[in-house]
């Protein structure tokens, strides 16, 4: 079970930090990822990071949020800052069993089998 906590409202540039607690899930091997749906959009992918610690991150996220993992805690986070209106989003989370660099990097959510529920993250101008 993955449960997204740490959305909310703020005003641009402003930070929020998302969590994502893993319940259950102990693999050595996996890939986890944040991912976004605006309103009328597809869902895109955000950030990734594999079990190697190798990271990867959406042109829009570059040099504004830093994804990292706490594997004691079983919990994936997202550091947003400098938000932006157009971050306004549901945000998720997703966990894929057993790492391949190329799978991870790719930022595509058909890789990843299990998800949040989402938390919601507006952001106001």
């Known amino acids: 079970q993955l449960v997204e906590s740490g959305g909310g409202s703020v005003q641009a540039g402003g930070s929020l930090r998302l969590s994502c607690v893993a319940s259950g899930y102990t693999a050595t091997s996996y890939c986890m990822g944040w991912f976004r749906r605006i309103p009328g959009n597809e869902r895109e992918g955000v950030a990734t990071v594999g079990s190697d610690g190798t990271t990867r991150y959406a042109d829009f996220a570059k040099g504004r949020f830093t994804i990292s993992r706490d594997n004691a805690q079983k919990t994936l986070y997202l550091q947003m800052d400098n938000l932006k209106p157009e971050d306004t989003a549901m945000y998720y989370c997703?966990?894929?069993?057993?790492?391949?660099?190329?799978?991870?990097?790719?930022?595509?959510?058909?890789?990843?089998?299990?998800w949040g529920q989402g938390t919601q993250v507006t952001v106001s101008s």
């Open positions: 997703a966990y894929k069993w057993g790492y391949n660099r190329g799978a991870c990097n790719s930022l595509q959510e058909t890789v990843f089998p299990t």
